[in-house]
């Protein structure tokens, strides 16, 4: 069979249809619910580090203060400074998010929002 005209020839591959049952529509559910859990598990536990310990040593901290520049101090060695115990570089750019600061130019005395812990 072909559209007069087109040179387009219709497909003569019977297109018949099987109902979805309730069974294949509750399975395909469970799968679903169960692919979320497993997702959810991953995204809560697989940030965890040192097999699951909960010890705080390398985050940056939650507790925040207000320091002051010492003359000649870098971001890097602000961050240093108030979170010695914290990667420098994840400290600088939460002091940079903190404070919107755009470059990392910092004049003596000047006061900065920083986590410290």
Do not use: C
């Amino acid at each position: 069979m072909r559209y007069r005209g087109t040179g387009v020839a219709v497909s003569r591959a019977p297109h018949r249809r099987r109902p979805v049952t309730p069974l294949t529509t509750v399975g395909l559910a469970l799968l679903a619910g169960l692919i979320t859990l497993w997702l959810g598990a991953v995204a809560n536990f697989g940030g965890m580090v040192n097999g699951g310990s909960s010890d705080a040593t390398g985050r940056v901290p939650d507790t925040l203060a207000v320091v002051r520049v010492e003359p000649g101090e870098s971001l890097k060695d602000v961050a240093a400074r108030v979170a010695p115990d914290a990667p420098a570089r994840e400290v600088v750019e939460r002091i940079r998010e903190l404070n919107a600061l755009n470059s990392s130019a910092l004049s003596a005395g000047q006061t900065l929002i920083a986590p410290v812990g």
